[in-house]
């Protein structure tokens, strides 16, 4: 199994830009999906973007669409989320995860590897 860290949580205010990265050692990063999900205080960890192992397809979870980009770089064994526009309700602990396959999963079921998290937390 690939061990995931993830860096770039942070402190911002509303409308500010942040970029977490997620690095992969000890796999074949390249070789499966990767996604990223959140959990807020007190409730269930949730979908935010998933990148096919290529990077040739990406899904977003309705809340995020248009603010973050998920990428990756197979060549580094790092993946990015880049959060724009950033709101308090983005507020959480943000995790990658290394999918089972190479196709995009919404489902966390769909992940084998996790990350220890890192914090988002988002002031108005």
């Known amino acids: 199994q690939v061990q995931l860290v993830e860096t770039g949580g942070g402190s911002v205010r509303a409308g500010d830009s942040l970029r977490l990265s997620c690095t992969a050692s000890g796999g074949t990063f390249s070789s499966y999906a990767m996604g990223w999900f959140r959990q807020a205080a007190g409730k269930e960890r949730e979908f935010v973007a998933a990148?096919?192992?290529?990077?040739?397809?990406?899904k977003y979870a309705d809340s995020v669409k248009g603010r973050f980009t998920i990428s990756r770089d197979n060549a580094q064994n790092t993946g990015y989320l880049q959060m724009n526009n950033l709101k308090p309700e983005d507020t959480a602990v943000y995790f990658c995860?290394?999918?089972?396959?190479?196709?995009?999963?919404?489902?966390?079921?769909?992940?084998?590897?996790w990350g220890q998290g890192t914090q988002v937390t988002v002031s108005s």
């Open positions: 990148i096919s192992r290529t990077g040739g397809s990406t």
């Open positions: 995860a290394s999918g089972i396959i190479g196709i995009i999963s919404t489902s966390d079921l769909g992940y084998d590897s």
